[in-house]
């Protein structure tokens, strides 16, 4: 049974992050395919052979596009995005775009390990 489909990305210092949230919902995550952004959708592939996961460009390379693309037309079930608070983002506005899209279509978004939980939970047992 497949759950949807759940679009991953992560900025580089939280990468580690998502690859540990995903190793923690291992057996859940083989309910949807994941979306990845590139280097994302690598680490999740090469800790998790195992997973459904489409690799798409990377983030500054066109990714967060895709995966902005993919909410427009309703391609998406939900998104997972961790943000570095902590840095300076030379991709705010790709940040920006994802998260107003993601507002205007009404898609389930989480930007931290707790949310993502509440995502996943939505998206494997989603309210009648």
């Not at 992050?17 to 994302?40: F, N, P, Q, S, Y």
């Not at 996961?53 to 902005?68: A, C, E, H, N």
């Not at 998406?76 to 840095?87: A, H, K």
Request: aromatic share 4%.
């Amino acid at each position: 049974m497949n759950a949807g489909k759940l679009a991953l990305v992560a900025h580089d210092a939280c990468k580690e992050k998502m690859v540990e949230w995903a190793g923690r919902h291992g057996d859940r995550l083989k309910k949807v395919t994941i979306i990845a952004t590139g280097t994302t959708g690598g680490r999740i592939s090469e800790n998790f052979p195992d997973l459904d996961v489409v690799r798409l460009k990377s983030g500054p390379l066109g990714g967060d596009q895709q995966i902005g693309a993919m909410i427009a037309e309703g391609n998406l079930d939900g998104l997972i995005f961790f943000v570095d608070p902590l840095s300076p983002m030379p991709h705010d506005v790709d940040v920006k775009a994802l998260t107003r899209l993601a507002i205007v279509y009404d898609l389930p978004m989480a930007c931290s390990p707790s949310t993502a939980d509440a995502v996943l939970d939505y998206l494997l047992d989603p309210p009648a």
